[in-house]
């Protein structure tokens, strides 16, 4: 136990196998589950906290329940009220987004994490692979801010003839422009210290599926092989169906947690990410944006949109890491 793997040398894991497997599973994953990424968005922002019903603490399991239902009520109303593309608003820039940076991220963390398990005398343990995914998110991060920006102010546009004074961008090109020419380069980056506060969701999600990956799902293949005839155990069971489902339980379930634990922050970056009305900035720092939603809305509000938000990155990264291993391991044969 302990998480080591030690006396063994490791090997430097390819940068382009593992480039193209992260950018393989982000498309994947990201068309798949855009049309719950829209209404998490909308349901983050100020201007829709009105869809969403009030979350009671007395009865989760009710309240769960019927913000699922909320959720799916809203899907079907953005289908209606504002036609089907609608629910996949955002999704080219979130697509120009996810593609390299889950890339990057695959990239720099296999890298990340050989380069600290040397430093480390071959042990690969939690630490190493904590250390690795806060400098892949961090990287990530610092180069993909701006699209998730465009991605995040074209969503919150809405048909609607309520919120329809604030459509002022016809495409995500011009979203770029606008923010460009209005707020600078620095308005590109709005969100960012919410971002990198967000490095303990990405850290705690991977520390959590490499020790399942490991402990779990490599423990239970064992316990399959040692079933097999004698003859057939040296045989790999990379292809097994029991294999991909106990990896895509794992993805899933380090996802689950690690949202849950670290959600506000999904919050403050929508907010800090809104369009400005009429020229004011509302939420101008993670401070000041936390106190402000608190003080104005109350604690529930920096849960807002969670049961879509859920619904969509669980699945999500269960088929991203599904789709990731699966790369790695038809690329590396």
Avoid at 114 to 130: D, I, K, Q, S, Y
Avoid at 304 to 331: D, K, Q
Wanted: net charge positive; glycine share 8%; proline share 4%.
């Amino acid at each position: 136990m302990g998480g080591a793997i030690a006396d063994k040398e490791t090997v430097k894991p390819s940068v382009l196998v593992h480039f193209a497997a992260g950018g393989i599973g982000g498309t994947v994953g990201a068309a798949i589950t855009c049309p719950l990424e829209v209404v998490k968005t909308r349901l983050q922002s100020s201007l829709y906290r009105s869809s969403e019903a009030a979350v009671s603490f007395r009865n989760p399991a009710r309240a769960a329940w019927t913000h699922i239902v909320g959720v799916v009520d809203l899907l079907r109303t953005i289908r209606r009220q504002e036609g089907i593309r609608a629910l996949w608003k955002g999704l080219g820039p979130n697509l120009i987004g996810v593609v390299p940076a889950r890339a990057i991220y695959f990239a720099t963390y296999s890298q990340g994490k050989h380069a600290f398990t040397v430093l480390n005398n071959n042990r690969e343990t939690p630490l190493v692979h904590m250390a690795a995914a806060a400098c892949a998110g961090t990287t990530v991060a610092a180069c993909t801010n701006p699209i998730w920006l465009v991605k995040t102010r074209m969503q919150l546009q809405s048909e609607t003839p309520a919120l329809r004074a604030a459509h002022k961008y016809r495409n995500s090109f011009h979203c770029l422009y606008s923010v460009l020419r209005e707020e600078g380069v620095r308005g590109l980056y709005k969100g960012f210290s919410a971002s990198v506060l967000g490095l303990t969701e990405s850290t705690l999600q991977f520390a959590t599926y490499e020790y399942l990956k490991k402990h779990w799902v490599e423990e239970r293949r064992m316990e399959r092989q040692a079933l097999l005839p004698e003859s057939a155990r040296g045989s790999t069971l990379a292809q097994s169906p029991a294999d991909w489902l106990d990896t895509f339980a794992a993805a899933a379930f380090a996802k689950l947690g690690a949202a849950i634990i670290t959600y506000p922050h999904e919050v403050l970056r929508t907010r800090l990410r809104q369009t400005p009305v009429a020229g004011v900035t509302k939420y101008k720092g993670l401070a000041q944006s936390a106190k402000l939603i608190y003080r104005e809305e109350g604690m529930a509000a920096l849960y807002g949109g969670m049961t879509a938000h859920l619904m969509r990155v669980v699945p999500n990264a269960a088929i991203l890491f599904f789709c990731y291993e699966l790369v790695v391991s038809a690329l590396t044969k």
